[in-house]
């Protein structure tokens, strides 16, 4: 049964996200560039930047292949949107990985939809990717719900234990996924990082104006989600050390994203599918056994 | 069998921004084949040598590229000295020597950072041109130009370096080569970069000789041939062989120019302790006539110029057959059976200079 | 540092054989070189063996500007062919990667064949 | 094999200042031998045009008439040949390096009679 006040407090957080998470996504990215920047030996740009280049990208006249192409990626905004809305009220942990795949879905469909070479390629390798980090996002659920007896998130943010003293295979292993889904080297395959290699932006390549701005959001949005997830495996340490361990954790990604070289898709796949074969599987036995 | 699709690579965005353009027909992400064209941005620099008074045209043949910019102008003014009969003075081709491999470390430097790049590493890209640049400095201060000397002139080379500027820059050298040292290990052992280099794009030395592969390609299948051994210039008279590496794949390929540009360090090394003191030019008289071959090691290779001459201020023909020009056959063959994503990386490791193909 | 560069002149009917002895005795294609001469051109194919620098010469009338491939023996060869073909007009038979024309597009027709004319300062590239 | 072959360069680089020069306000000072731009002392100058002579871009026009000696900045490649051919030393090589600019133009230089 729901009475007033949680359903108050469920559309608190999940306004709160719709209208934050976007503030500080951008913000996260510009941390991101000038860190990035600075591990480079160069200066970086304001930490404003990304918000510079998003509302830039908005003024610009739309280009486009397919008209289906800005319906897609729209969808994908609001598919990833509502994927934090579900998670931040306090949802289903199942619903939200599974509404999160909906979204890349979509992404994927945009990308095919314009009939490039580099975006259909960008496309595949989105596709394999999926298919690399779906099984360890749903051994993080299963654990979760091992642990806690719940896949609500507002059961397990309340659980009384640290979850990472639970699973800290798991969250090795979802730190691995991460960088899958941050689009970060190794794994940024969908997207190269830089228009000169060989799919020149992959699955963005056919995004232009105010289509790649809402793909930029939606970046952001999913960012914030995902750092949600790092969150919970802190939570009981109180938001102030779950908020930090979060930008701890995003940093490591940076750290990881200067000093690795790209890999291949087949690489990504099978390490990522040995991850959660080792790391995840184990920890989850050896919880249910213990129990 | 997956469905076939030709996707474009380059003229507008290949690894490195120049015009080469590459059909690459694709099964799923197998590469099947892989067609060049170049010619677009074709100069005819050629042609230009028969009306420039063959003075003139060491500032042309220069900007054949800005990469390997000294060797060019090198190359054609030995080329003009062997017509003329001249000896160019020994301070003078002890300078040469030094600003050659300056050159050739810069441009190695440059093409690590490239490399690194083309498989994804945006930080040691940065970190290589970190480095680069100390050199770009070093080459601007003695020769006024950061990658354009200027230096060369037939009968022997326009500014001298004084012995106490060498004896300082051969501490800085020693100051950069500790930074490149440390760079290294990320190209050598790095396992994500081995992912990338090892086994990719297999030449062997047989398909190295056959298609006429040149400079790191060729050295990188086993080939020991680098025309410094020819013994121009000062490298007769310094201590250093040619860098072999017998597997003829990218890492291979690597491997010889991570060991070349030490090697340069070294080079420079003993050419300032050894230079001699004199004057550094001759004064040139009369008109180059005959034919010969000028054949040099740059950093991308072997090059050749044809030159001829006819006893006039002009030469009848000024021909430059370029390192790149060279190794795109060898490339194509690299190139089919690969996966995509190799394909920047194969590309590279031929280091493609395509202005200077572009003569 | 003059090292020797021997030429040889021969027929262009013997040239396909001439190479294929060169390519079995492990001769590395170096370059082929097309001059211009007013009623003739000469064509130069440079090949080296261990630093060993050897040529063979072709001259053929402008007339009757055509050379058998030699991609038979060296299949790296179709670079410089194709650009005898698009810069100095040449017609090499049995090419095994013909470009048709394709590989340099020129404004005009095979640019190296043209007079030599004193270039005016305007037109020159800045 | 290992990982992580850079992290010491990364971590070093993320304490410690950046390598770049930010540009526009901050620059280097140029080396003594920069090319930047050739310079004329023009009432030294003697107009016997052997600059223009030698010049291997043409960028140089001396109109001996009218006391002018004409430079075309995008057309000069700051080779330095002119600075080794001028009998008088008027030219020489400027350090700093010409300014860039949208429109190609060309610089005149112009002597005055009362000089000479």
């Known amino acids: 049964m729901m009475d007033t006040k949680n359903l108050l407090e469920q559309l608190l957080w999940g306004g709160g996200y719709l209208l934050l998470a976007p503030l500080a996504g951008g913000l996260l990215a510009g941390f991101d560039r000038i860190l990035t920047a600075r591990m480079q030996s160069r200066k970086g740009p304001p930490v404003l930047q990304p918000f510079y280049d998003v509302f830039k990208l908005l003024e610009k006249r739309g280009t486009v292949v397919n008209g289906f192409q800005n319906f897609y990626m729209i969808c994908f905004l609001i598919f990833v949107m509502l994927t934090g809305v579900l998670f931040f009220s306090g949802g289903d942990l199942l619903l939200t990985i599974f509404a999160l795949t909906v979204a890349g879905v979509f992404l994927v469909l945009g990308a095919y939809s314009t009939n490039s070479p580099y975006s259909t390629i960008g496309a595949e390798r989105e596709l394999l990717q999926m298919m690399a980090y779906e099984p360890m996002l ?140 080792t790391f995840g599987v184990v920890n989850i036995l050896v919880i249910a056994l213990l129990k | ?146 990658v354009i000397f200027g230096s060369c002139k037939v009968g022997g080379v326009r500014r001298d370096i004084s012995n106490d500027t060498l004896k300082r820059i051969r501490g800085e050298l020693a100051a950069i080569e500790s930074q490149y040292n440390e760079l ?176 | 540092m003059i090292e020797p560069q021997p030429i040889t002149t021969i027929d262009r009917s013997e040239l396909p054989a001439k190479t294929a002895t060169l390519a079995s005795q492990g001769w590395r294609l170096v370059q082929i070189c097309c001059t211009t001469g007013d009623t003739s051109l000469e064509l130069t194919y440079s090949f080296d063996k261990e630093y060993a620098f050897s040529n063979l010469r072709v001259i053929v009338p402008r007339s009757d500007a055509v050379v058998p491939s030699i991609t038979a023996s060296y299949l790296a060869a179709f670079t410089y062919e194709n650009e005898l073909q698009d810069l100095f007009g040449i017609t090499v038979t049995d090419l095994a990667i013909n470009y048709n024309g394709k590989f340099y597009i020129t404004t005009i027709k095979h640019p190296f064949l043209q007079k030599k004319t004193n270039t005016p300062a305007s037109t020159m590239p800045a | 094999m290992a990982h992580l072959t850079i992290s010491k360069i990364i971590t070093r680089s993320a304490v410690s200042k950046y390598a770049t020069r930010l540009y526009p306000f901050v620059k280097r000072e140029p080396y003594k031998n920069t090319r930047g731009h050739i310079a004329n002392e023009i009432n030294l100058c003697i107009f016997c045009s052997l600059c223009q002579k030698k010049c291997p871009t043409h960028a140089i026009t001396v109109k001996k008439p009218d006391k002018i000696w004409e430079i075309d900045r995008m057309k000069c490649i700051q080779c330095g040949a002119c600075v080794d051919a001028c009998p008088k030393k008027c030219l020489s090589m400027d350090q700093q390096y010409s300014a860039p600019s949208p429109v190609k133009s060309i610089e005149s230089f112009h002597q005055e009679a009362s000089t000479l």
């Open chain 1, 138 to 277: 749903l051994i993080v659920a299963i654990g979760m719900y091992l642990v806690t007896c719940s896949f609500q998130v507002r059961d397990i943010i309340t659980f009384s234990a640290p979850i990472v003293y639970s699973l800290p295979a798991v969250f090795i292993g979802f730190i691995f996924i991460l960088t899958i889904k941050f689009r970060k080297s190794p794994f940024d395959l969908s997207s190269s990082h830089h228009g000169h290699q060989e799919i020149v932006k992959g699955i963005s390549t056919e995004f232009s104006g105010p289509t790649l701005a809402l793909f930029e959001i939606a970046h952001w949005y999913e960012n914030i989600l995902l750092l949600g997830f790092v969150y919970l495996f802190f939570a009981a340490f109180g938001p102030v050390v779950a908020v930090v361990s979060s930008i701890v954790a995003y940093i490591i990604e940076i750290f990881i994203d200067n000093a690795y070289a790209r890999l291949t898709w087949r690489f990504t796949v099978r390490a990522s599918w040995t991850v959660a074969a």
């Open chain 2, 1 to 146: 069998m997956g469905t076939r699709t030709i996707i474009p690579f380059g003229p507008q965005h290949p690894v490195l921004p120049e015009p080469i353009h590459l059909d690459l027909v694709l099964e799923d992400e197998k590469v099947v084949d892989a067609l060049p064209s170049i010619g677009y941005v074709h100069r005819g620099l050629e042609r230009l040598a028969e009306v420039k008074d063959y003075n003139e045209l060491v500032y042309v043949a220069e900007r054949i590229c800005g990469i390997c910019s000294f060797i060019h102008g090198q190359g054609y003014c030995q080329g003009v000295e062997t017509l003329l009969n001249v000896e160019v003075p020994p301070r003078a081709k002890y300078l040469r020597t030094i600003w050659a491999e300056l050159s050739r470390i810069h441009s190695h430097l440059l093409w690590l950072g490239l490399f690194a790049d083309s498989f994804g590493f945006e930080s040691l890209f940065m970190h290589c041109w970190r480095v680069r640049e100390k050199i770009v400095d070093i080459i601007e201060e003695t020769a006024g130009g950061r």
């Open chain 2, 184 to 359: 290294k290990p990320t190209f050598l052992k790095d396992a994500s970069v081995n992912r990338r280099t090892v086994g990719v794009g297999m030449l062997s030395r047989e398909q190295a000789i056959a298609l006429g592969a040149v400079g790191p390609t060729l050295r990188g299948s086993g080939v020991a041939q680098d025309m410094r051994k020819l013994g121009y210039a000062a490298y007769k008279e310094l201590q250093w062989e040619p860098v072999v590496e017998t597997a003829g794949d990218c890492y291979a390929r690597t491997v010889v120019r991570v060991r070349e540009v030490t090697m340069s360090f070294d080079i420079i090394r003993q050419a300032i302790e050894k230079i001699p003191a004199g004057p550094i030019a001759v004064k040139i008289t009369g008109n180059p006539t005959g034919e010969f071959f000028s054949r040099l090691e740059q950093p991308r290779g072997e090059v050749v110029y044809y030159l001829k001459g006819n006893n006039t201020k002009n030469l009848e023909r000024f021909r430059i057959r370029t390192p790149t020009f060279a190794n795109s056959p060898p490339l194509v063959i690299m190139l089919k059976g690969c996966e995509l994503p190799d394909v920047p990386v194969i590309v590279l490791t031929i280091d493609p200079c395509i202005s200077c193909t572009e003569r």
